[in-house]
């Protein structure tokens, strides 16, 4: 059972415009969310969280929505450079006071072109 | 600050054999977790330690894997005996507090043949 999605396996985007990465959930007892960035051979390496509470969180060139009722999130990368070249994992979390658990999508490739 | 330390980075086995991973968190995280990433897919919660206890090992297959964190910093994560589907990216990752971003380690390669 896959709780959390990513149904854009691979994404090609030309250097200064913009990157948008999807991934829908279908736990609704997830309440914080965060994308993952990961270079071959090194582990992944945390990106930008969202909170339940909020619709919207912005850190630089990266942006995260998330659309509670459609149970949808975006990471938008604006404007792309080189070195977003990348898979980007989306991953989510169970309710605060409990075992924090991620549970991660399969990731999305993103490659930025010159 | 120095990331998190996993060895080796890579290890090619037979199937039944034994094997075993290592991993120094960063230092002053109290919260350990080693994650199973097989290729295409990713990474899947194998356990987690609070300190030297065991917070969560629902997804670890007991019959074959084990996993300790003594004295509450370096662990070790073994596998015996392995199967041809434990061929994977075995990744550490470590966090101050529960819910603070974990931080990965480079992972272990295992390919077993």
């Known amino acids: 059972d896959q709780q959390v999605k990513q149904n854009s396996p691979s994404l090609s985007v030309q250097e200064g415009r913009i990157s948008i990465l999807n991934c829908d959930y279908t736990?609704?007892?997830?309440?914080?969310f965060l994308w993952y960035k990961k270079y071959p051979a090194e582990g992944p390496t945390f990106l930008i969280s969202?909170?339940?509470?909020?619709d919207k969180n912005e850190d630089g060139r990266f942006t995260v929505f998330l659309n509670k009722s459609a149970k949808h999130l975006s990471l938008h990368i604006v404007p792309s450079q080189p070195g977003d070249s990348a898979v980007y994992f989306c991953?989510?979390?169970?309710?605060?006071?409990?075992?924090?658990?991620?549970?991660f999508g399969t990731g999305t490739r993103l490659q930025v072109t010159l | 600050e120095a990331g998190v330390a996993q060895s080796p980075r890579y290890k090619i086995i037979e199937k039944r054999q034994s094997v075993a991973f290592w991993c120094n968190p960063i230092?002053?995280?109290?919260?350990l977790y080693w994650y199973q990433q097989i290729l295409g897919q990713g990474p899947k919660l194998l356990i987690q330690?609070?300190?030297?206890?065991?917070?969560?090992d629902s997804q670890l297959p007991k019959d074959r894997f084990s996993a300790e964190r003594l004295k509450g910093v370096d662990s070790t994560l073994k596998i015996q005996p392995a199967k041809l589907e434990d061929s994977a990216v075995y990744l550490c990752?470590?966090?101050?507090?529960?819910?603070?971003?974990?931080?990965f380690g480079n992972g272990t390669r295992l390919t077993v043949t």
């Open positions: 990752a470590s966090s101050s507090h529960g819910l603070s971003p974990l931080h």
């Open positions: 736990n609704s007892m997830f309440d914080y």
């Open positions: 969202i909170s339940s509470i909020k």
């Open positions: 991953a989510a979390s169970r309710p605060w006071g409990t075992a924090s658990k991620l549970t």
């Open positions: 230092s002053g995280h109290a919260t």
């Open positions: 330690f609070q300190n030297n206890g065991v917070v969560d």
